[in-house]
């Protein structure tokens, strides 16, 4: 599942390919893009604000969110893909590289004015330039009687956290998912932890929060439910949690390390 690190990473790979090259082709196929044409343009950076990744063009911006399923790949011209054509939504053409992203859950092409504004309402980004654990730490506690994963998941509060961390950063802490912002000893702790853990894994290809690198040994919690505490041993919980009726999300926890709050 992308999360801030994926999309991070994701970003760093196309602007190494694609930094300063010129659009040769364009070819967007989703409907509402579907006579855009964004040949001749250089791109001017490629970069991610939390989950959304970005590329300049000057006077556009491609907007896009990988969201449960999306991914960027770059091949060489004529390579072949390594997913189905079908799932392609954008394929860029530069000279001597093909970046086509497949099932992209948002892809726009914005006015470099709507750009200025679009992303205003996202908090800091943990792995951005103007990171601010301050700021994040002060939206985070702002709300104290909120369930701590949901306060952790809110793209207004910090820019990056995914469910994956949001789950790891509860038990890491000691903290049931759902237990209130308000038991939470040291908010800021809390936040530098999340940004830390993003930026461990923000070059590596797996995603790791229990420091132990070995295959199935990367996570303390997240998709281990009925399987064993690395801690205490107790059988994992797995459950759903969330504000929205329609947007459950699946939460993961250890009873005895995590214990449900009052
Ligand atoms: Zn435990």
Request: hydrophobic share 40%; charged share 25%; net charge neutral.
């Amino acid at each position: 599942m992308p999360e801030g690190d994926t999309v991070f990473r994701a970003a760093t790979n196309l602007a190494t390919a694609l930094d300063g090259e010129m659009l040769v082709k364009t070819d967007f196929r989703v409907p509402q893009l579907a006579i855009t044409d964004l040949s001749g343009r250089r791109i001017e950076s490629v970069r991610s604000r939390g989950k959304h990744l970005l590329m300049d063009l000057g006077d556009h911006v491609v907007h896009s969110h990988l969201k449960m399923e999306g991914s960027w790949h770059l091949y060489p011209p004529g390579g072949t893909w390594k997913r189905p054509a079908h799932q392609a939504r954008v394929v860029l053409h530069t000279a001597d590289r093909v970046a086509v992203g497949f099932s992209l859950g948002v892809l726009e092409v914005w006015t470099a004015e709507e750009a200025t504004t679009a992303l205003d309402y996202l908090g800091p980004d943990l792995l951005g330039p103007d990171w601010d654990a301050e700021r994040a730490t002060r939206a985070v506690a702002s709300d104290p009687d909120r369930g701590v994963a949901m306060a952790l998941l809110d793209q207004r509060n910090l820019a990056g956290v995914g469910n994956v961390y949001a789950h790891e950063l509860c038990f890491i802490v000691g903290l049931h998912p759902e237990a209130p912002v308000s038991v939470v000893p040291d908010v800021a702790r809390l936040v530098d932890k999340a940004a830390r853990l993003l930026k461990a894994n923000s070059l590596r290809a797996m995603r790791c929060t229990t420091g132990d690198l070995r295959s199935g040994r990367e996570l303390w919690v997240y998709g281990r439910s009925g399987r064993p505490c690395r801690r205490c041993g107790t059988r994992l919980l797995k459950g759903e949690i969330g504000e929205d009726p329609l947007m459950m999300r699946v939460s993961f926890w250890c009873p005895r390390c995590q214990p449900a709050p009052d």
